[in-house]
């Protein structure tokens, strides 16, 4: 067994966890989906990109092969490389795509069995090795595929710690959480939904630690800092016991902040900002009420329509929304419509394959692009809101065109409604600000909403210009930048003004070192995972007012995030 090894990625979502390590591969299995006739070519063109890359990892893998272990290794790949030229295999795939009316990975997998069954058939032993070629190359093709549409971690053999590539959201909202002591992910960053989950679900996590799942065997012992991004293989059993100290010491201090859950989220001088909890399914709803949230700043509905071959229908989604409002019994639950696109894609919605997903048809955009999907989900909020204080919330919105058009749609939903004599309420209707241009504008869209939040994970993104999910430069993706900063103080300055509620629930919110300044800029709700509840209410009632303004007002005036850390580090230390 190989000795002990020290990796460093980015604490992703804190505590420490420590287990035998669980390699997570992303399952094969493949579902057959039915697709709408409009997105079959843009279904043929997402098999052609992916044997695209699948050609070029071969091609590298080819060449490596070649340097390291001779021409007879290189012909395989060189062999594999041919495959997928062959007609016999794509083309025939392309075509049952287009016959069939299906999703790429089922209708690849199928025509890859065939071509290897037919194969092995002939009495040849080369051509049983053919076959065995064929199955490797689709399956790479079907891991390219479904890396975009998620795979299982329902299964886990016991307590362990999940060590794998990279995690879609899927992967992680379907975990056992029982069973899943900490997670290590070689890719991703803080603010990837697969991040985001684990902190929901309070599970350690630490993302973008490059090497990990070459460095670590199925079994070994692993420890992991989500709170330095520190991992360790295979350590010494002494450090282990220093690990399992340090694992206490972080226990009881959640123990103690849980103290706070009945204490007032007020500052020193009564200044009042509520605190409320980010969820993601119903599950999340007993943790949300245990850790103390005063209400759901942010329920995430696009898990619901995830892994499943049809959309969720009116009925299922009413029966989710109105539980969640029941179990807040009059306390505000802000549901967020269907935000996918980006890293969240959804195989049934048929979504084109674009260059820059970020940049690209979603939240809002992909939810007018379908009003089918979003005057069904707008339907079963509006019968909700009957049942308990439940407020609408777009994603995305980038200007009052789309705000408009947004809202036209929810007045559609309810003369539905209306006609069919179907009882419904009538909810504050608001906006994520996590578009530059959205805050910019703020006052516009201030005339025409109810509320609005601040998403500052995607506000980071597009300000910052740094791609959220890319390990390479999520150092740069820092919500503590005075560039985003500014953004959310005139989004918070505008809305004193002209006496609107203004909310934040991006992550910033959940971070108690950015707690000072947030209240500085006077907003009326931070929304956060719910186990950082207590820390970020420790940090309130430790401020004044008039300290946070002050703080806030010499924040807006660095000139990186480097020094804005470094000056709330500074405030955190003359505590
Ligand atoms: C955000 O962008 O800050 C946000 C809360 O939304 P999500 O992380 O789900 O994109
Ligand atoms: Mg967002």
């Known amino acids: 067994m190989a000795g002990r090894v020290e990796l460093k990625g980015l604490g992703a979502s804190g505590g420490i966890a420590i287990g035998p390590a669980h390699l997570f591969r992303r399952s094969e299995e493949v579902v057959r989906c039915r697709l709408p006739p409009e997105s079959l070519p843009s279904e043929v063109e997402r098999l052609q990109r992916a044997a695209q890359v699948a050609r070029q990892q071969i091609a590298e893998l080819k060449e490596k092969a070649a ?25 025939k795939a392309e075509r049952l795509i287009m016959e069939a009316k299906c999703n790429a990975e089922w209708a690849l997998q199928r025509v890859g069995e065939e071509v290897a069954s037919s194969l092995e058939s002939l009495p040849d032993e080369y051509f049983g090795a053919r076959a065995a070629d064929v199955r490797d190359v689709v399956s790479r ?40 002591l900490g997670l290590v992910m070689e890719t991703g960053s803080c603010t990837s939904h697969a991040a985001i989950l684990a902190r929901t679900m309070g599970i350690p996590a630490v993302v973008g630690v490059k090497g990990v799942v070459d460095a670590v065997s199925p079994g070994d012992a692993v420890v992991v800092d989500g709170d330095t991004g520190v991992v360790v293989i295979r350590p010494s059993a002494d450090e282990l ?40 399914s119903l599950e999340d709803l007993s943790s949300a009420l245990e850790w103390g949230a005063e209400g759901i700043g942010l329920f995430r509905t696009e898990f619901l329509f995830m892994d499943r071959e049809v959309p969720p229908s009116e009925e299922e989604q009413f029966e989710v929304y109105r539980r969640a409002v029941e179990a807040f019994s009059g306390r505000p639950v802000i549901i967020r419509t269907l935000d996918v696109g980006g890293d969240k894609p959804i195989p049934w919605l048929g979504q084109l394959v674009e260059a820059n997903p970020f940049l690209g048809l979603r939240g809002i955009r992909l939810c007018l692009a379908r009003e089918d999907v979003f005057l069904t989900q707008l339907r079963a909020l509006l019968r909700a809101r009957a049942h308990g204080n439940l407020w609408v919330m777009f994603p995305m919105v980038a200007d009052v065109g789309e705000l408009r058009a947004a809202k036209r749609l929810v007045d559609k939903a309810k003369e539905d409604l209306a006609c069919a004599g179907v009882p419904h309420g009538d909810p504050p209707v608001g906006i994520m600000v996590e578009i530059p241009s959205a805050a910019l504008l703020i006052d516009h869209i201030l005339q025409e909403v109810d509320f609005v939040s601040v998403g500052t994970n995607d506000l980071t993104q597009y300000t910052l210009a740094v791609d959220r999910t890319n390990a390479t430069v999520s150092c740069l993706a820092d919500a503590l930048h005075p560039a985003v900063l500014r953004l959310i103080a005139e989004v918070a300055r505008a809305g004193r003004r002209c006496g609107k509620w203004v909310g934040i629930c991006g992550d910033l919110a959940g971070d108690a070192l950015a707690t000072p300044i947030l ?57």
């Not at 009881?252 to 849980?258: I, N």
Request: hydrophobic fraction near 40%.
């Open 241 to 280: 016991g220093d690990w399992q100290v340090k694992k206490e010491q972080w226990d009881r201090r959640r123990e103690q902040l849980r103290l706070l859950i009945s204490a007032a989220a007020v500052t020193r001088d009564g200044h009042r900002v509520e605190l409320a909890a980010n969820i993601g």
């Open 519 to 575: 209240t500085g800029f006077g907003v009326d709700e931070l929304s956060m995972a719910p186990r950082l509840l207590p820390e970020v209410k420790e940090a309130l009632r430790a401020t004044s007012m008039r300290e946070a303004q002050e703080l806030s007002r010499r924040a807006l005036a660095c000139r990186s995030a480097a020094e804005v850390r470094q000056l709330l580090t500074q405030n955190r230390q003359s505590k």
């Open 141 to 180: 093709v079907l891991s390219i595929l479904q890396g975009r549409s998620g795979g299982k971690l329902g299964d886990l053999p016991g307590p362990v710690v999940v060590v794998g590539e990279e995690l879609m959201p899927s992967d992680t909202a379907q975990a056992d959480r029982d069973k899943l």
């Open 67 to 91: 340097r390291e272990h001779g021409a007879e290794e290189a012909a395989i790949f060189e062999a594999q490389g041919l495959m997928l030229q062959d007609p016999e295999l794509l083309g």
